[in-house]
């Protein structure tokens, strides 16, 4: 429990960073309204008990006052009005970017084993939330106390008999806070467990557009995302009612809380106990500032509790999956990479990897082969520390993968995937990943990877598209390969880098590859090319998860065991 406070403060710190003297003036601006109305309230007495000259005040001393208090009204509006909206925009931009910046800091495993819709649906949807009921709830909460406050202080100066009866009257409403406020903040995490499956759905159907549209499930998918949208619908109609509910409740006791206090008040001026018309009428306009808090805070208070939760659900998302420790290792791989009876699964008892020992040396090339389903990729991933709950040891120049930073171990392993994502920017951006590089470097990764024809035909500045939907299939796997030729890590893995290019251009760019110096290089490929497969200093066979064999071209044809099937299969 002080864990998930601490890390709330962090996270509610970012609302004032850099912030607080916006704070500080929506603050006064507050505080004043709050006086002026109090002093309004007082002036009314003034003003009734003058008729019945009942006070040493004259008409003309309280209608300056009254022009005093009025102008003083509109001041503080007009600071509320600068403040406040600015206030609240710069709160909301730091807290997002910092839920951002801390996202980046998470491991490549945040992503293999986590839901992505759990952080669009906090930057969305509960940000919105947090927005609204903390941030914007803040200044009508302080505003609420005081007023309850300052009325009771006014009250309990005209008259401590009847201001114990408006206490005595008031405390039901405030019981109401504290009993209703838990089980708002319950609700509000169900609105946003509900969305963010709701989120991913949405997704899903989106992303998987073209299988359903070959498979013809329209229907099905249609009613998976109508029950999702109900599901989120109903919760917060729950909400909503709930809401509802604390408020009549605490409106109820308000107005019951008035109507006594008047009753006592009229019954107290009658008995001539000192209580005068101006009394009893500046109790009932003071009643106001103390019901108002009453029906208000409830829910302001419940909302707040809300918002605190949504922020300790992203909170415990954020902290998970983090390689924030960890050994730094040289940006250099000088011996090897060792795999020691490397064993990994997905699922329990169903292992993907069997015992795996193997040794890539620093400054050579390793072909990685294999039916399909034999673990190549999970074996590629799992040395870009995808996972670590994996069996054995593996090893980067005698350093556990499991104790290496994370940050020092992406400084020395660039990797491409046969999946690529393209941002919605320039083609040039999307190699350069925006950052700035020499222009002759970007030119020669361009020029390995076989972009040239592109850049040629629609220039570097051609916007790709949302996940590079103005490119093809090769040309976004171009970009990747493209992208990770330009970081110049010592060592490369390449997971069907080429599977979306025709033979000519795969052949042009596995073989430029294959001629960099110092680079270590480790390629999954499907492509059986005899006269690439003859470059590569060693050949990894895998067989439905276990290495069944290893060595070169010419060694492993010579054995006629189960590479040397894979190979003549694909020669058919």
Known sequence: MKKKQTNRKIYLKQFYHKNRGRFCLALTATILLVLV????SA???QLIDVISQETAATLPQLVIATAVLLTSVVLCSLLAYYSKPRFYARAMQQYKDYVFKELTKKGISAFTGERTSTYVSALSNDAASIEKNYLEGLFPLIQNLLFFIGAFAMMLYYSPLLTLAAFALSFLPVLVSLLTGNKLAAVEKTVSDRNESFIATLKDS????????SFKAER????MFAQSNKAVEDTKERRRKLTTVISS???VAGATAQMGVFLIGAFLAVRGTGVTAGVVIVFVQLMNFVIQPIAQVPELWANRKASLALIDKLADALSDNRREEGREIPNKLSDAIELNNVS???EKGKEVLHGISARFEAGKSYAVVGASGSGKSTLLNLLMASRSDYGGDIRYDGAELRDIRAESLYDLVSIVQQNVFIFNSSVRDNITMFREFDKAEVDEAIRLSGLRAL???RGEDYL??????????????RISIARSLLRKTPILLMDEATAALDAETAYYITSSILNLDGLTRIVVTHSLDETLLKRYDRIFTLKNGSLIESGTFDELMAKKEYFYSLFTVSQA
Do not use: P
């Not at 989106?206 to 549209?213: C, T």
């Open 249 to 251: 409740l605490a409106a």
């Open 206 to 213: 989106l992303n998987g557009f073209s299988v359903i549209k």
């Open 344 to 346: 990994f699964s997905y």
């Open 37 to 40: 109305n109090l002093a309004l």
């Open 43 to 45: 002036l009314m007495q």
């Open 464 to 477: 790709c598209g949302e996940n590079g939907c103005g490119l093809s299939g090769g040309e976004k796997q």
């Open 220 to 223: 099905a998918i249609f009613r």
């Open 455 to 457: 850049i040629n035909a």
